[in-house]
């Protein structure tokens, strides 16, 4: 079943190909990306290994109209499932101003801490993978954009069903989402945000901010996020810093750049005296293939673990909280 799909969603991009491939305006009507991330890990604790396929993406996206674009984005091997991420449309009543409807993005996270393609690890940090269901919900998004004195300013606001990707549920109450962004990913950028996930057995509130500052070849991000759940009235907070710079290497072999990059990300209960049940500090080399830098890679990584208390989340198998070696390849296209 899964085969088919990959099957047809292939062909229906050679058909695409081959329909705009002549076309004058094909890349204002469709446009091709993808991302493809396979990795070795080996759990020193455990002494346990495996390969894995993590992400394999394949998107497309365009402007067949006037004010009038869509996005498309499928998952062949989200360790091993088919998912289809992206599947919305948006449009442009008025200049600045667009809303998203269909499957997309929820206002809480930004892109470089979830897409495969813009991390700087191999693994996801704590807050991103741990907080909420899921990065994508369906429903609607509002997003607005406005420059003052040359600084751009964002407001993004959406309601959604409140269930995970590909699962149109009927429901008596909508989640909500919502950020404000000051500044642009080269220079200063900070946004604040708050999302409300009504359920049974998670009904959660999330709120938090972030700042980063980032050139073409560095960049430093940190983030906070508070996660209140009403369901069993505990609050969980995660921190993370992370940064890395891109060394150019004159053109020898393969290679076209050197990047060190290190994380320090960590959680913890409110109840806990300790505030820190758990951290990690993971140290990362990559080795570029292209000369744009933070792009196609093959990447080494090291988690160390500090664990204060056991957390649910980080209990499921053995391996979750140990400290790990991780060999990523990584190819944008």
């Known amino acids: 079943m899964i085969l088919r799909k990959i099957i047809i969603f292939l062909c229906v991009?050679?058909?695409?190909?081959?329909?705009?491939?002549?076309n004058k305006d094909s890349l204002k009507i469709i446009e091709f990306d993808g991302s493809l991330k396979t990795k070795?890990?080996?759990?020193?604790?455990?002494?346990?290994s495996r390969f894995s396929v993590r992400n394999s993406r394949m998107g497309l996206s365009g402007n067949p109209f006037n004010k009038?674009?869509?996005r498309i984005q499928v998952e062949l091997s989200n360790q091993g499932k088919?998912?289809?991420?992206?599947?919305?449309?948006?449009?442009?009543?008025?200049?600045?101003?667009?809303?998203?409807?269909?499957?997309?993005?929820?206002?809480?996270?930004?892109?470089?801490?979830?897409?495969?393609?813009?991390?700087?690890?191999?693994?996801?940090s704590f807050h991103v993978k741990y907080f909420v269901p899921g990065t994508r919900d369906i429903g609607l998004v509002a997003n607005y954009n406005f420059n003052i004195e040359g600084v751009p300013f964002e407001f993004e606001g959406g309601i959604f069903n409140a269930s995970k990707i590909n699962d149109p549920v009927w429901t008596e109450q909508l989640s909500w989402g919502a950020s404000a962004t000051i500044g642009s990913m080269k220079g200063l950028k900070a946004s604040a945000k708050a999302y409300r996930y009504p359920g049974v057995e998670?009904?959660?509130f999330v709120w938090g901010g972030d700042l980063r500052y980032g050139k073409d070849r560095f960049k430093i991000e940190t983030e906070f996020l508070s996660r209140k759940n009403y369901f069993d009235k505990q609050t969980l907070n995660a921190f993370s810093i992370q940064g890395a710079f891109s060394f150019p290497i004159s053109k020898t072999g393969i290679f076209r750049d050197i990047t060190p990059a290190v994380r320090w990300d960590m959680m913890?209960?409110?109840?806990?005296?300790?505030?820190?049940?758990?951290?990690?500090?993971?140290?990362?080399?990559s080795f570029g293939f292209d000369t744009k830098p933070f792009s196609s890679l093959l990447r080494v990584d090291?988690?160390?673990?500090?664990?204060?208390?056991?957390l649910p989340v980080l209990n499921l198998y053995e391996e979750m909280d140990s400290d790990k070696i991780t060999i990523e390849l990584l190819i944008i296209f």
């Open 82 to 124: 088919f998912e289809v991420l992206d599947l919305s449309a948006t449009i442009e009543p008025i200049p600045n101003l667009k809303f998203t409807l269909g499957q997309t993005s929820i206002p809480l996270y930004n892109s470089y801490q979830t897409t495969p393609a813009q991390m700087l690890f191999a693994n996801r």
């Open 40 to 48: 070795f890990e080996y759990a020193t604790e455990t002494s346990r």
């Open 302 to 310: 090291f988690e160390k673990y500090i664990v204060n208390r056991i």
């Open 68 to 70: 009038l674009s869509y």
């Open 202 to 204: 998670r009904d959660l």
């Open 268 to 285: 913890g209960e409110a109840d806990d005296d300790n505030l820190v049940d758990a951290s990690r500090i993971t140290a990362g080399l």
């Open 13 to 22: 991009l050679l058909c695409f190909n081959n329909v705009f491939a002549n």
